[in-house]
């Protein structure tokens, strides 16, 4: 079992222009008492984002949650999100 966090609102700010807003967003955490700064720095990361600004996050939720029985095969493959309007 591990633990996860649900971000319902994400919204980052870049140094270099634009932002992002992502809606309902999950990542692993290691534990419960996570702090939200390193719920932010985990969820960056995970997006492998550069160049980030400003972090918020809204509505986080902490629960336990089965870990995918392969969760460590798939490091270091690329990932493609498909992201639709």
């Known amino acids: 079992m591990s633990e996860g966090v649900q ?20 990542v692993d955490v290691p534990s419960p008492d996570v702090a939200e700064a390193e719920i932010a720095a985990l969820f960056v990361a995970s997006l492998g984002l550069l160049m980030t600004g400003t972090i918020e996050l809204n509505n986080v939720a902490v629960f336990a949650e089965p870990s995918p029985p392969d969760a460590h095969s798939v490091a270091g493959q690329s990932a493609f999100l498909q992201l639709t309007p």
């Open 7 to 26: 971000a319902e609102d994400v919204a980052i700010s870049f140094s270099n222009g634009g932002d992002l807003t992502v809606h309902g967003f999950r």
